[in-house]
């Protein structure tokens, strides 16, 4: 139980700070990881070799940068269902 919570702190200040590089230093979205943003321009040349570089960093993933968007898109979706009330 104590190692879980330890594990999502860790988790959740890791996320954090992604966040945090993203919007000071790459300009991004204050709630966009940097993974999330490689992701979704994967298409484009630096960030493309970013997106690669960032899932070879995290090698026991099969798509980190993937998996770290559908968090993302997971999270909005609670954040909505909570704003409205309703399921989205």
């Known amino acids: 139980m104590v190692i879980c ?3 999502s702190w ?3 200040v890791a996320a954090w700070m992604s966040q945090t ?3 000071w230093i790459l ?12 992701y979704i321009n994967r298409h484009r ?3 493309g070799l ?5 899932n070879r960093a995290f090698f026991w ?4 940068c993937y998996e770290s968007y559908l968090a993302d898109v997971r999270f909005a979706k ?4 909570h704003q409205d009330g309703s399921a989205v």
């Open 61 to 64: 993933q099969a798509n980190h």
């Open 5 to 7: 919570a330890i594990k």
């Open 45 to 47: 040349k630096g960030w």
């Open 27 to 38: 300009f991004g979205h204050h709630d966009q990881t940097v993974s999330t943003r490689c």
């Open 10 to 12: 860790v988790t959740r």
């Open 50 to 54: 970013a997106n690669r570089a960032i």
């Open 21 to 23: 590089v993203d919007l």
């Open 78 to 81: 609670e954040i909505l269902k």
